[in-house]
């Protein structure tokens, strides 16, 4: 049986983390942890996350490919996209080791598009967080 993925919640709402992370726990069966802001999270990966200079420490959450980000687009400072272009810098295999997926509230078109045309990005899930859209992919991708 797999080892349930782990998820990683980049969001500048308290509440919002809150919540997501209750559901996630809750509907499947995983272990969160919550940032309040792109540079945190960043500092977060490169640390706890295990990645080095040129790969991934083999005993970190990217090793086994069950790291699962999701991150809104619309944050003060550095934005989800911003978060993006510095994970861009990171070895390809720690990208490997993880999906992404973008939340948002807007209905700006371009972010949408933007986000969904990432290469990084899995989906682009909106806001509030649909808990049985976000298992679908879950099953989708095998995770």
Known sequence: MLKPAEFWIVDDNEIDRMVNGRLIQA?????TKSFKDGPSFLEAIMADGGV???DVNPDSPLADGRLVIL????????DGFGVLERMEMMPKTALSGLTVFMLSASLDRADLERAEGHPIVEALL???LDI???RGWMEQLRL
Request: proline share 14%; aromatic share 0%.
């Open 27 to 31: 509907a499947l069966d995983s272990q």
């Open 52 to 54: 080095e200079e040129n």
């Open 71 to 78: 991150l809104d687009i619309l944050m003060p400072g550095m």
């Open 126 to 128: 909106p806001k509030p």
């Open 132 to 134: 049985h859209q976000l």
